[in-house]
C-alpha cells in the first residue's frame, strides 16, 4: 500500500450510503492519534458551557472519577464506531449512553451541541495538525455519521451537513460559553488527568495543553493566556509530526480507542453493558429507534 490508496478508497465510496466504512477508514487508519486528541478537546469544550460544566461537577464524575468517566466515554463511542448501529454490541453502547442521558436534565439544545463538536473539532485539528486535511468526502460521511448517532439517541433539530454542524457549533458557543465554578473544577480535574499520563512531564504537558485552548476557552475559564512563544512551540512541535507521520507507509490494521494507552481503568477488560454510570431512582431508556 501506497501513502494515499485509504484517501483513494474513500473516494470511490459513497458518503450517503458507506459513511460508517469511510468514519472507520478516517478514524482508525488514517488519523488514530489525531482523532484521540480532537475528540478530547471536543469533550472539554463543552465544559465551557455553565449547564454542562455545571451539571458535570454535581455527579462529580468527571472530578473524583475522572479516568474512568474518560474510559466510559471514549470505550462506548469506540464501540458504536467499531461495530455499526445494528450490531448488537453497538446497540448496547447506545442503550448505555442514552441511559446516563436521560437520568439527567439535560436539554435537547446542549445535546445537540455535544454532537456539534464531535463532528467539527477533529476537522479543524486536522486542517492544524493533521498529515493531511480532511477530504469532502470524509466531512460528509461524519456529518452523515453523527446525524445516525444523533437520531439513535433521541436528539432533534440535528443539522443536516457539515457546514449546518459547524455554523451551530459557533453560534452555540457565541452565546453560551461562560464562567462557572463547577466548569472550571471540571476543567482543572481533566488536564490533571491527561498531564497526569505522563509521569514527571506533567508541568510540560499542562502548559502544552492550555497552549491548544483558544482564546475563547481561556476566559470562559479564567485561565491565564500562554505566551506567543509557548503556543508557537506547541503548535510547531504537532505540525513536526505530522509531516513525519506524512512520510510513513500506510496503517494496515485499525486502532480503535480500546488500544489507546490512555485506557487504563480496564487491564483485564470489560463488557459494554457495564460501562459507565447506573445512577439510581431515575427513568432511564434504551434506544429511540425502533429496531
Excluded at 487508519?29 to 475528540?39: H, Q, S, T
Excluded at 471540571?186 to 504537558?205: E, I, K, Q, R
Excluded at 434504551?286 to 429496531?291: F, I, L, S
Aim: glycine share 8%; hydrophobic share 35%.
Amino acid at each position: 500500500m501506497r501513502r494515499y490508496d485509504w484517501l483513494k478508497e474513500i473516494q470511490r465510496l459513497d458518503p450517503d450510503r458507506d459513511f460508517l466504512r469511510i468514519h472507520r477508514i478516517t478514524t482508525t487508519y488514517e488519523f488514530p492519534w489525531d482523532v484521540a486528541r480532537a475528540l478530547e478537546l471536543a469533550l472539554y469544550r463543552t465544559y465551557a458551557v455553565p449547564s454542562i460544566g455545571r451539571l458535570l461537577a454535581e455527579t462529580a464524575e468527571l472530578t473524583d472519577r475522572t479516568q474512568k468517566r474518560y474510559d466510559d466515554t471514549a470505550l462506548l463511542l469506540d464501540a458504536v464506531m467499531e461495530h455499526g448501529f445494528d450490531s448488537e454490541d453497538g446497540r448496547t453502547a447506545i442503550r448505555r449512553i442514552n441511559q446516563m442521558h436521560r437520568s439527567y436534565d439535560i436539554t435537547n439544545d446542549d445535546m445537540r451541541y455535544v454532537l456539534s463538536t464531535f463532528v467539527v473539532v477533529p476537522k479543524r485539528w486536522l486542517d492544524q495538525f493533521g498529515w493531511r486535511r480532511m477530504s469532502e468526502h470524509e466531512k460528509h460521511a461524519t456529518a452523515v455519521y453523527y446525524r445516525t448517532l444523533g437520531r439513535h439517541m433521541g436528539i432533534t433539530g440535528i443539522p443536516r451537513d457539515f457546514q449546518e454542524f459547524e455554523r451551530c457549533l459557533d453560534v452555540y458557543e457565541h452565546a453560551h460559553f461562560g464562567w462557572d465554578e463547577g466548569g472550571r473544577r471540571v476543567s482543572d480535574a481533566t488536564l490533571g488527568l491527561m498531564a497526569g499520563w505522563y509521569g514527571p512531564l506533567a508541568p510540560v504537558v499542562r502548559r502544552a495543553s492550555m497552549a491548544l485552548l483558544d482564546d475563547a476557552l481561556l476566559n470562559a475559564f479564567r485561565y491565564e493566556r500562554p505566551g506567543p512563544a509557548v503556543r508557537a512551540a506547541v503548535h510547531g512541535v504537532l505540525r513536526l509530526r505530522a509531516k513525519s507521520v506524512r512520510l510513513l507507509p500506510p496503517r494496515r490494521r485499525p486502532h480503535y480507542a480500546r488500544q489507546n494507552p490512555e485506557i487504563k481503568g480496564y487491564p483485564n477488560g470489560f463488557t459494554i453493558a457495564d460501562l459507565g454510570t447506573f445512577p439510581q431512582g431515575r427513568p432511564t431508556g434504551g434506544c429511540p429507534v425502533p429496531h
